[in-house]
């Protein structure tokens, strides 16, 4: 009933999460478009907010802050999983079922995660 197991193993900055925790990945942010006057309804969401799963963070040489997640991106056609790294300000906690938050601005990641 209870994992038992040691913690993931923390490096340096990077911090591994034993259960991912549940985010919107604002894909905006992750694939900046230049978009064009053109219109092609059949292409590839890049203007969507999906819903993903946080697995790790850690920093960048200037600090910044990055974070692995796994989600999901396509077109009205296909559909494809993607796992990453992206800067954390593209993530956002979900919310939980009854309405609840599913962790308290990620545990064990400073006040300060996204600066």
Do not use: C
Not at 90 to 113: L, N
């Amino acid at each position: 009933m209870f994992d038992n197991s040691p913690a993931p193993p923390t490096v340096g900055h990077l911090h591994v999460l034993r259960t991912p925790l549940r985010v919107w990945v604002d894909l905006t942010k992750v694939y900046p478009d230049s978009a064009t006057d053109e219109s092609h309804p059949d292409g590839v969401d890049l203007r969507a907010t999906v819903p993903g799963l946080l697995k790790m963070w850690d920093r960048t040489t200037t600090g910044t802050r990055l974070v692995w997640v796994a989600f999901t991106i396509g077109s009205a056609a296909t559909r494809s999983r993607v796992g990453q790294w992206v800067l954390a300000d593209a993530i956002r906690p979900r919310e939980g079922e009854a309405g609840k938050r599913d962790h308290e601005e990620f545990p064990a990641m400073p006040v300060s995660w996204k600066t």
